[in-house]
């Protein structure tokens, strides 16, 4: 059924919209009851997941990895809820992570200097910019982790509580704002910031570039 209404020509619209919605529902979650945050939390990743895997379906090598990390995913959060296990934060950070890239990498495949420019490939380009800042947000909760005072203005906490804020930091960094509420304190944690910084300008210049490249290529023909 959701094959039949998410296809190749509007499967970005889908796959962004679900982006969107776990940066609004990670803005929420500190006004979640605690015993409501991890549930609340994760429901909404493993949907973004769905989402993804979902619109993404034509990229066949691309689906099996995927499905393959959503079930390892969900295995984690059971055994994270039921039984205490050390570092199982960490591993679902990087789960999130390995899942992001790969869905990163496949829009790329598909949108970047290749076929005609669209709709739903310009929408495509808004997917990559939001999983682009989401990746390095999941970069800056493994660091906050593993040395909780690397950041000035965060809390250390669970990651599910900080994810909204570092979020917010990655795509002020990724845009160049830099509005200074919230700081890098460590040496590892100002190069990881200024490394988004250079690849959020490089982005919008590769973006671009596709755009135009792939209109004046299909006008030609």
Sequence with gaps: MINKVITK????????????VLLLSASL???VADGMLESLLDGVITA?????VV??????SWKRFMQGLIVVWLIAAMLKRFTPIPNIDLFMLLLMFAFFWGTFSSIARQI????????????????????LGLM???VYLLILALSPHAFSGV???V???????????????????GYGDISPNTPFAQVAVYMEAIAGVFYMAIVVASLVSSGLAHKET
Excluded: P, R
């Excluded at 020509?9 to 969107?20: I, R, W």
């Excluded at 619109?55 to 066949?60: A, E």
């Excluded at 709709?119 to 999983?131: D, H, T």
């Excluded at 990651?159 to 704002?177: D, E, H, I, K, R």
């Design 9 to 20: 020509n509007n499967n970005f619209y889908y796959m962004t919209a679900a982006l969107v």
């Design 29 to 31: 979650v500190k006004s």
């Design 48 to 52: 973004t997941f769905l989402v993804c």
């Design 55 to 60: 619109s993404l379906g034509i990229d066949k």
């Design 112 to 131: 970047l200097f290749s076929g005609s420019v669209d709709g739903n490939k310009i929408v495509g380009s808004i997917a990559l910019f939001l999983l």
């Design 136 to 138: 390095w947000a999941l």
């Design 155 to 157: 809390e250390h906490s």
């Design 159 to 177: 990651w599910g509580q900080n994810f909204s804020q570092m979020a917010y930091f990655s795509f002020v960094t990724l845009t160049t704002l």
